[in-house]
């Protein structure tokens, strides 16, 4: 069974305790740094201590912490298509990339051909 629910996101970037969150999916195949940086804004965060990370984005969305970051990868971030979502549920990971999806569809609109 299929259904469609329709709801309002409200993101807030910048904004959570990120400490503690984990994977809980993955950004949608052939998403750019450009494109994060375009819907998310620049990242909030650089390398984390460990190395492990070389920039992540940070928010909540409808209340939920999230995180977007690359992971141990020797890529630069701006050549980088493989991208983690965290957070503390599932929920979150769909959210985010329903939310990235729309906004890129209408970001992609006002740009054109």
């Known amino acids: 069974m299929k259904i ?3 709801l309002e996101a409200k993101l807030e970037m910048g904004q ?14 052939g998403t750019y740094y450009k494109d994060l940086v375009r819907i998310f804004g620049e990242p ?4 984390s201590p ?3 990370i ?10 939920m912490v999230f ?11 701006q050549d980088n298509i493989d991208w983690h979502i965290g957070g503390d549920i599932k929920l979150v990971a769909a959210l985010v990339i329903e939310y990235f ?11 054109g051909p």
């Open 67 to 77: 995180t977007i970051y690359d992971y141990k990868t020797c890529m630069i971030p």
């Open 54 to 63: 070389q920039v992540e984005w940070f928010g909540r969305i409808n209340g």
């Open 50 to 52: 460990d190395g492990k």
């Open 16 to 29: 959570g305790d990120i400490y503690g969150t984990a994977l809980m999916g993955y950004m949608p195949a």
């Open 101 to 111: 999806k729309k906004a890129r569809s209408e970001a992609d609109k006002e740009v």
């Open 44 to 47: 909030q965060s650089g390398r």
């Open 4 to 6: 469609m629910i329709t």
